[in-house]
Antibody
Framework: EPLLVESGGGLVKPGGSLRLSCAAS????????MNWVRQAPGKGPEWVSS????????YYADSVKGRFTISRDNAENLLYLQMNSLRVEDTAVYYC????????WGQGTLVTVSS | EIVLTQSPATLSVTPGERATLSCRAS??????LAWYQQKPGQAPRLLIF???SRASAIPARFSGSGSGTDFTLTISSLQTEDFAVYYC?????????FGPGTKVEIK
């Protein structure tokens, strides 16, 4: 059964950086596009970024463009989100999700940006 | 950016009744529309993809329909475990976008 496990969240000051990881298992990771989706407290989900199965393309929400970088390691079945210049409004639970239709989601990792 | 509008914002339903949720897109998304269920403290769960295909292990009481700009999620006979928030999402164009959600509550 497909399983996604996020890690790397935590408390960071505005302007700081974090690197999120998503470990995938139970499916052929290298065949699927992957996404990061976030959900601020009390709000709905917000798509953050997508990466092709072979890293041929990456897309970003305008709210994170130039600050966040998505990447993947198909040999290790890992998805990453490098987050720089973090802002208070980036506070959210960050989920990784498989494929454009978000077939599976991880349990999420909480990122809190606060001074 | 494609804007998704969901209605109603809240739906009060008696267990066993039928629930009909609507999602409208500002521009066509073809059939690239998914529905998710989210309960408090949990990640969203995919119910429907491709506008009308049920995801793995989703009960048959959940069905999706529509194409283009108008979509519907129908729950034929609400069970107590179905009370949750439901979101639609389009993946026809980047940026992918989610609707604001419909909360289905017990009447």
């Amino acid at each position: 059964e497909p399983l996604l496990v996020e890690s790397g969240g935590g408390l960071v000051k505005p302007g700081g950086s974090l690197r999120l990881s998503c470990a995938a298992s139970g499916f052929t990771f290298s065949l699927y596009a992957m996404n990061w989706v976030r959900q601020a407290p009390g709000k709905g989900p917000e798509w953050v970024s997508s990466i092709a199965f072979n890293s041929a393309y990456t897309y970003y929400a305008d709210s994170v463009k130039g600050r966040f970088t998505i990447s993947r390691d198909n040999a290790e079945n890992l998805l990453y989100l490098q987050m720089n210049s973090l802002r208070v409004e980036d506070t959210a639970v960050y989920y990784c999700a498989r494929d454009d239709s978000m077939l599976n989601w991880g349990q999420g990792t909480l990122v809190t940006v606060s001074s | 950016e494609i804007v998704l509008t969901q209605s109603p914002a809240t739906l009060s339903v008696t267990p066993g009744e039928r629930a009909t949720l609507s999602c409208r897109a500002s521009h066509t998304v073809s059939s690239s529309l998914a529905w998710y269920q989210q309960k408090p403290g949990q990640a969203p769960r995919l119910l429907i993809f491709g506008a009308s295909s049920r995801a793995s292990a989703i009960p048959a009481r959940f069905s999706g329909s529509g194409s283009g700009t108008d979509f519907t999620l129908t729950i034929s006979s609400l069970q107590t475990e179905d009370f949750a928030v439901y979101y639609c999402q389009q993946y026809n164009n980047w940026p992918f976008t989610f609707g604001p959600g419909t909360k289905v509550e017990i009447k």
